[in-house]
């Protein structure tokens, strides 16, 4: 005759952790900066002045320079790819005090546009945030 098995010893089970936790759906972080995209670049001359629409969108932070030899104004636009048409990346101006308007991917890691007013001497100027992007206005004179 066989031996009755042992019995098994089951131990016991602290029913509050044997629940399983629930896994909670992830939520996406925001984007801590968002790429923009520079998708057009527009002059409208008036006779004082001459303004540069950079269409790119709302919140769009940006830096500037003045270049000197030759005399230049840069807007860089970081977290920015560059978009326009390729007749607008360098578009001659017939004004007194603006040359050119050229626009290029100054970097592309980090992503930074560039725009680039060829002036004769460095002007009275101003870049303001408007809702469609960056409006840069040449007022001319001496700053």
């Known amino acids: 005759q066989e031996a009755p098995a042992p019995p098994i010893s089951v131990p ?24 923009f995209l ?54 001659k101006v017939n004004h007194s005090i603006v040359r050119t308007v050229r626009a290029s991917q100054f970097q592309i890691d980090p992503a930074v546009s560039r725009i680039v007013l060829d002036v004769t001497s460095i002007p009275r100027y101003e870049i303001r945030s408007v809702p469609s992007g960056l409006e840069i206005r040449v007022l001319g004179g001496k700053p």
């Open 12 to 35: 016991s089970v602290n029913p509050r952790r044997a629940q399983v936790p629930v896994a909670s759906p992830k939520r996406k972080e925001a984007p801590t900066d968002r790429t």
């Open 38 to 91: 520079v998708s057009d670049i527009s002059l409208l001359r008036q006779a004082l002045g001459l303004t540069v629409l950079v269409r790119v969108g709302p919140g769009v932070r940006y830096r500037e320079m003045k270049l000197q030899s030759p005399d230049r104004i840069v807007v860089d636009i970081p977290n920015s790819r560059l978009a326009v048409p390729p007749e607008q990346r360098q578009q």
